[in-house]
């Protein structure tokens, strides 16, 4: 696919367009068409630019990653842990929360999403998850065949599901730090 040149700005900008829009209608009434009206720009260019609704919508959301995995490394696992939390604010994390919801939702439908997704978002974000639990490793933090060191994703994943259906409360950093410390430390033994 050919894409044209455009500013880290525009692009950031066009980038949180598709994010509002998601917020206020979901994935499968977001279309193109209000994409290209919100930003001003032609529906040819967005799909000059990214090829499809499901490769724009998971590199808007790759570009909303306050934290890259593998630049996290604090000298310890709870400590890499509560860093990368610690470079999300409340109002993200619930924001974030709320998308990951309806596109999880979406994906069932749409199998076009669920392959932009886990190629734009889900595997960096498994790479750098998988560098940070290599280093705990690598420390001696954690061991080698600690059977929950493959289930900390889903471990992660759950807590930002559960929390709102379990508790009808937001997703916040005070809930994810004590589920890290009281879940995921203990799990892998530290």
Known sequence: MARTRLTPERESELYEAVLDLLREVG??????????????????TLYRQWGSKPQLVARALR????VRL???????LRG?????LSRSDDCRLEQDSALMRGLAHAVHDNPELLRALRELLIEPEMTGLD???RRAVERG????????????????????VARPLVD??????????????????PALGV
Do not use: C, W
């Open 70 to 76: 593998d630049e996290i490394d604090t000298g310890s």
């Open 131 to 133: 560098g940070v639990l």
């Open 63 to 66: 570009n909303n990653k306050p």
């Open 141 to 160: 933090e954690v061991a080698v065949d600690n059977p929950a060191l493959k289930l900390v994703p889903h471990m992660l994943l759950g807590a930002f």
């Open 168 to 185: 009808d409360r937001p997703v916040d950093q005070a809930f994810l730090r004590a589920y890290v410390d009281a879940v995921v430390l």
């Open 27 to 44: 994935y499968d009434a977001l279309t193109m068409d209000a994409v290209a009206a919100r930003t001003h720009s032609s529906k040819a």
């Open 80 to 84: 890499d842990f509560h860093e990368i």
